[in-house]
């Protein structure tokens, strides 16, 4: 069974510095996609960026981009130039190619400081 | 309205209530999900609907009973609930065809149930 794992419950970050949330997972699985999903208090769950196992080059979307280490099976997101609006709870989730099954981690609670 | 919408927002029940929890989505998408999200806990996979065919029923005991009477409409029937069923119950949809695209969940506000 596939594992996500996010080793950081709580983060902070000032305003417009960068800051990087940690997420590990465990498959036997060689092909697989990645997402990091963002849950503002207003309790949507919001996608934020999503990376397929089979790309070398890390996916970046605007201020988020990812670090994949497919041989450590570690997907960091990075957000640049950090905003308030990007204080939300953080989710680290894992897919395989077939199936419907989405698989999530913990969770990281991240507090954008003014 | 487009996107996912889930009602009501918030439910109050005691352990011998029925009630219902309402999805609806407007974006076309041909399965459609329930997950449970309890305090520090990881997002728990209860129903998987394709095509309004149940594909996954995740274990969930009995008191919670699932229906998808078309593409764009789920609900969860509650019935005798405990109050370790309080959370947040969260309702998504995708498209189910292949590639990173497919199958990339939009999910509504969620209904926050408490029993007591």
């Known amino acids: 069974a596939q594992t996500v794992t996010q080793s950081q419950p709580e983060m902070s970050v000032q305003e417009a510095e960068t800051v990087t949330l940690s997420c590990t997972y465990d498959?036997?699985?060689?092909?697989?996609?990645l997402f990091w999903y963002k849950q503002p208090p207003s309790r949507q769950m919001i996608l934020v960026i999503r990376?397929?196992?089979?790309?070398?080059q890390n996916a970046t979307e605007n201020r988020f981009s990812v670090n994949f280490q497919k041989a450590a099976k570690s997907f960091s997101l990075k957000i640049s130039d950090s905003q308030l609006g990007d204080t939300a709870m953080y989710f680290c989730?894992?897919?395989?190619?077939?199936?419907?099954?989405?698989?999530f981690g913990e969770g990281t609670q991240l507090t954008v400081n003014p | 309205e487009t996107g996912v919408t889930q009602t009501p927002r918030h439910l109050v029940m005691g352990m011998t209530n029925k009630k219902s929890l309402k999805c609806e989505q407007h974006?076309?998408?041909?399965?459609m999900y329930w997950y449970k999200q309890s305090a520090k806990k990881p997002l728990e996979l209860m129903f998987v609907?394709?095509?309004?065919?149940?594909?996954e029923n995740n274990s969930v005991p009995s008191r919670f009973s699932p229906e998808c009477p078309n593409s764009s409409h789920l609900f969860l029937h509650l019935h005798t609930l405990q109050p370790e069923d309080s959370a947040l119950y969260l309702c998504?949809?995708?498209?189910?065809?292949?590639?990173?695209?497919?199958?990339?969940?939009?999910f509504g506000a969620g209904s926050r149930l408490t029993v007591l």
């Open positions: 998504a949809s995708s498209h189910l065809t292949g590639g990173a695209g497919a199958n990339v969940l939009t």
């Open positions: 498959t036997s699985e060689n092909n697989y996609y």
């Open positions: 990376q397929e196992a089979y790309k070398q």
């Open positions: 989730a894992f897919r395989e190619t077939s199936g419907s099954r989405l698989t």
């Open positions: 974006l076309g998408h041909n399965a």
């Open positions: 609907y394709s095509l309004e065919e149940r594909v």
